[in-house]
């Protein structure tokens, strides 16, 4: 059974630069042909696709968050990062990190609620 | 991006009722599409992958249909953990987008 688990800070200064992690067990993200997604949900609003991590060096990201976000991979560790830069109150959200194919995604970790506050 | 217009966005029902939810996509996704349940607190599950194939472990009283732009998913015979937010999501274009969700409350 595959099992995620995202960790990181959970209060964040206005213009600093958020790194969450996510660690993965039960499957190895260097194989199997899988994304590795990260997608954020902002208070009362739905679910927001940020992007992914493929066979640990390809990576994509949803074209408006493309200037300030990039993720990455450590598969010595099993785990796959995101860091997003400039932060500002719209980025207050819980962050998922997921396991997907070309279709769903059916694994995902619990989120890490993210307030960026002063 | 392919926007996804569910409907409705809530949805009051007893248990043992038939649950019919809808969503909509901006332009055709073909069959991709998936349909997630979320409680307060949890993390979204997989229900539905290819508009139509149930997730390992999904009970058969989900079930999905539609392709192009409408989808259906319907929960027969609504039981008490099945009271909770759904979610549709397109996996045909990047970025992956979701609708705005359908809250299915307790009457």
Redesign the interface.
């Known amino acids: 059974q595959v099992q995620l688990q995202a960790s990181g800070p959970g209060l964040v200064k206005p213009s600093q630069t958020l790194s969450l992690t996510c660690n993965v067990s039960g499957g190895s993200i260097s194989s199997g042909g899988f994304f590795w997604?990260w997608i954020r949900q902002r208070p009362g609003?739905?679910?927001?696709?940020i992007?992914y991590i493929f066979d640990s060096g390809s990576t994509?990201y949803?074209?408006s968050l493309r200037s300030r976000v990039s993720i990455s991979a450590d598969t010595s560790k099993n785990q796959f990062s995101l860091n997003m830069r400039s932060l500002s109150a719209a980025d207050t959200a819980v962050y998922?990190c997921?396991r997907?194919g070309?279709?769903?995604?059916?694994y995902?970790?619990?989120?890490v609620l993210v307030t960026v506050s002063s | 991006?392919i926007v996804l217009t569910q409907s409705p966005d809530t949805l009051s029902l007893s248990p043992g009722q038939r649950a019919t939810l809808s969503c909509r996509a901006s332009q055709s996704v073909g069959s991709?599409l998936?349909w997630?349940q979320q409680k307060p607190g949890?993390?979204?599950?997989?229900l539905i992958?290819?508009a139509s194939d149930r997730?390992t472990g999904i009970p058969g009283r989900f079930s999905g249909s539609g392709s192009g732009t409408d989808f259906t998913l319907t929960i027969n015979s609504l039981e008490s953990e099945d009271f909770a937010i759904y979610?549709c999501?397109q996996?045909s274009d990047?970025?992956?987008?979701?609708?705005?969700?359908t809250n299915v409350e307790i009457k």
């Open positions: 997604n609003k739905g679910l927001e696709y992007g994509y949803k074209p998922y997921a997907g070309l279709q769903a995604l059916d995902w970790g619990l989120g | 991006e991709a998936a997630y949890q993390a979204p599950r997989l992958y290819g997730a979610f999501q996996h990047w970025p992956r987008t979701f609708g705005q969700g």
